[in-house]
């Protein structure tokens, strides 16, 4: 029951605060900021502060289309197939052709379950592989055009930050979650990194 005192803004600030809160957590789109963004549509919160659902996207810094699709994927799916696309990379129609395999707590695979955790990520990913039937020969190191087209887009990206204008908190979670995940890359790769 809601309570009248609560000024009309009220729930859509905690909404909105958990949804920050899970994709600090996540550093990617989990299912818990997904869960929040249904609520914010579907109880249309957004309306004291947007005229639409598009407007109210595009504030957060997402477009209407990759949230709708999100949610879509969270009806369909539920939260496994986040947790399992964060380790695993695993596009839609894929994680359909396994999804008797994922449940909450993992991925179940010649009875054992590999839960989902960061530690377990290359387990997940051979046993999502395994599932699918792919080859599980480990990945040979990119060559030397991988790097510098990787490279160029790492200084386009520092770039195209140069123009950036302004940027609302939620957008700074997101880039702050995408520079998060760069610096572990990076360091995977064993490049010495400075502090931050």
């Not at 377990?120 to 990945?139: C, M, S």
């Amino acid at each position: 029951m809601k309570n009248p005192i609560e000024k009309p803004d009220a729930n859509l600030d905690r909404w909105l605060g958990r949804r920050e809160a899970f994709g600090m957590i996540a550093g990617r789109c989990s299912a818990a900021e997904v869960e929040s963004l249904r609520r914010i549509r579907n109880e249309k919160l957004y309306r004291g502060r947007t005229r639409n659902w598009a407007e109210f996207c595009a504030q957060l810094g997402v477009s209407r289309r990759n949230v709708e699709r999100s949610i879509r994927q969270l009806e369909e799916f539920g939260p496994a197939y986040f947790h399992l696309a964060q380790l695993a990379h695993i596009r839609p129609e894929e994680y359909r052709t396994i999804a008797a395999h994922v449940t909450e707590n993992g991925v179940h695979v010649e009875g054992a379950v590999i839960a989902f955790l960061p530690e377990n990520t290359d387990k997940v990913t051979a046993a999502v592989a395994k599932l699918l039937g792919r080859d599980e020969h480990p990945v040979s190191k990119p060559a030397a055009s991988s790097f510098a087209l990787a490279l160029k887009r790492c200084e386009s990206a520092t770039q195209s930050l140069d123009k950036l204008p302004v940027l609302q908190p939620a957008q700074k979670l997101q880039l702050a979650a995408v520079l998060l995940d760069m610096r572990e890359k990076a360091k995977a790769l064993g490049v010495p990194l400075l502090s931050w």
